[in-house]
Each structure stands twice: as structure tokens, then as C-alpha cells.
């Protein structure tokens, strides 16, 4: 009669062999519930794209609030300028003759606007970039529940991936002509990445996750 021993079972695999129901060597099981190849390389599950949508909702908010809050005189000042062109504009139509040009508008509020971005900028950064190295999370992904991680280990992003992540992010995005195209392209990349990552991820090597992964 065969005994288990005599077939194979109990005894101990080849070496270098992994063993039944074991992950190979340098692998890890992926958290219960991830979706297959949506998790980081040691196997934590990537964050859900609309929560993050919901999260940079958030924190834009946050942003654009404190910036024309500092930025006051500047948007008053763009105003201004449009509430003169209008009233110019307004005028010639009235009188019968050619429009102004509007490059008379773009102009004047030229300066100041290039300021308000320059201001929105550093709010953003002011913003982030300690967020993400001390906490790994803004308001926003506090209050999704999601948080940035380096890809390669678990952990806080150091201060380079925070300040690369956060120009991959943003400041790339506000460069003129080509800054709106790649904002889009930006949040439209974890859609595909097989990592859930956007381009700023990619970037920085840092993924977000949920800040309480499924056990």
C-alpha cells in the first residue's frame, strides 16, 4: 500500500523549488480583492481612479481658494481690464464703428495674469509638497481615504519625489501653449497604466494607494 510519503506528499520541495501553494521566490500575493496587475510591485493595490478625481477636486478647491484670497488686487485687476474693454467694445457697437482688437485687453492683463499663475503655483507647491512628505496625503486624499507612496517600497515619498511629483503635476501643466494638452494626457494616463499611475507618478516612481489596503 502507498503511503503519502511514499508518493511525495509532506516531504519537503526540490531546492529552489517553491512550495505547493506558495509564492515563488522574490513574489508576493496580491491583497484580496485587487484587481490583477493594479497593485504596486510588492503587491498593494492601487487607488481607484475616481477617488482620486474626487480628491484632486478637493484639493484644487483648497488651492484656487487660498490663491484668490492672496491674490486679490491681481484678479481685480484683470476685471478692471476686461470691464474696460467691454465698456469699449460696448461703445463701438453703439457708434457704429470696428471693434477694438482684443489684443489691446490681452495686453494690459497680460502681467497680472502671469502673476496669478505664478501665485497659484507656489500655493500649490506650499500645499503639497510638505503634505506629501510628512503625511503622504493632502486634505483631499485624507478625506478620500488614499494616500502616495513610493512605488518600489511602502512608505513617505522623500522630499525629491514630493517636489518632482508636485512639477510633474502642476508645473508642467502651466506651460503655455502645451501645458493644458498635457494636463489632460496627465490624468488621463492611470486610465490605461497598468499601475494606476499618471504621468506625474511615472515621473516621481510613486503610486497612490489606499491609505487602509483590503486585508
Same mark, same amino acid.
Given at each position: 500500500?502507498?503511503?503519502?510519503?511514499?508518493?511525495?506528499? &509532506?516531504?519537503?520541495?526540490?531546492?529552489?523549488?517553491?512550495?505547493? &501553494?506558495?509564492?515563488?521566490?522574490? !513574489?508576493?500575493?496580491?491583497?484580496?480583492?485587487?484587481?490583477?496587475?493594479?497593485?504596486?510591485?510588492?503587491?498593494?493595490?492601487?487607488?481607484?481612479?475616481?477617488?482620486?478625481?474626487?480628491?484632486?477636486?478637493?484639493?484644487?478647491?483648497?488651492?484656487?481658494?487660498?490663491?484668490?484670497?492672496?491674490?486679490?488686487?491681481?484678479?481685480?485687476?484683470?476685471?478692471?481690464?476686461?470691464?474696460?474693454?467691454?465698456?469699449?467694445?460696448?461703445?463701438?457697437?453703439?457708434?457704429?464703428?470696428?471693434?477694438?482688437?482684443?489684443?489691446?485687453?490681452?495686453?494690459?492683463?497680460?502681467?497680472?495674469?502671469?502673476?496669478?499663475?505664478?501665485?497659484?503655483? =507656489?500655493?500649490?507647491?506650499?500645499?503639497?509638497?510638505? =503634505? *506629501?512628505?510628512? =503625511? &503622504?496625503?493632502?486634505?483631499?486624499? =485624507?478625506?478620500?481615504?488614499?494616500?502616495?507612496?513610493?512605488?518600489?517600497?511602502?512608505?513617505?515619498?522623500?522630499? &525629491?519625489?514630493?517636489?518632482?511629483?508636485?512639477?510633474?503635476?502642476?508645473?508642467?501643466?502651466?506651460?503655455?501653449?502645451?501645458?493644458?494638452?498635457?494636463?489632460?494626457?496627465?490624468?488621463?494616463?492611470?486610465?490605461?497604466?497598468?499601475?494606476? !499611475?499618471?504621468? *506625474?507618478?511615472?515621473?516621481?516612481?510613486?503610486?497612490?494607494?489606499?491609505?487602509?489596503?483590503?486585508?
Amino acid at each position: 500500500m502507498t503511503t503519502p510519503d511514499d508518493a511525495g506528499y &509532506g516531504q519537503p520541495p526540490p531546492y529552489g523549488q517553491p512550495a505547493y &501553494g506558495q509564492p515563488a521566490y522574490g !513574489q508576493a500575493y496580491a491583497p484580496y480583492g485587487a484587481p490583477p496587475g493594479k497593485t504596486t510591485p510588492d503587491g498593494m493595490p492601487t487607488s481607484n481612479p475616481w477617488r482620486r478625481l474626487a480628491a484632486w477636486i478637493i484639493d484644487a478647491l483648497i488651492v484656487g481658494t487660498i490663491t484668490a484670497i492672496i491674490g486679490l488686487p491681481l484678479l481685480r485687476s484683470i476685471l478692471d481690464g476686461f470691464r474696460v474693454y467691454f465698456d469699449q467694445v460696448r461703445a463701438a457697437a453703439e457708434a457704429g464703428a470696428p471693434t477694438p482688437p482684443s489684443t489691446a485687453f490681452v495686453d494690459s492683463v497680460s502681467g497680472d495674469l502671469y502673476k496669478f499663475v505664478v501665485l497659484q503655483l =507656489l500655493v500649490s507647491a506650499v500645499y503639497q509638497i510638505p =503634505l *506629501h512628505k510628512y =503625511l &503622504g496625503s493632502t486634505v483631499g486624499k =485624507l478625506a478620500l481615504g488614499v494616500r502616495v507612496r513610493p512605488l518600489a517600497h511602502d512608505g513617505l515619498p522623500s522630499w &525629491g519625489q514630493a517636489v518632482v511629483r508636485w512639477a510633474g503635476q502642476d508645473l508642467l501643466a502651466a506651460v503655455p501653449t502645451i501645458g493644458v494638452l498635457y494636463r489632460l494626457l496627465d490624468s488621463l494616463w492611470l486610465l490605461w497604466d497598468p499601475r494606476r !499611475q499618471c504621468l *506625474h507618478d511615472k515621473i516621481a516612481r510613486t503610486a497612490v494607494v489606499d491609505r487602509r489596503p483590503p486585508r
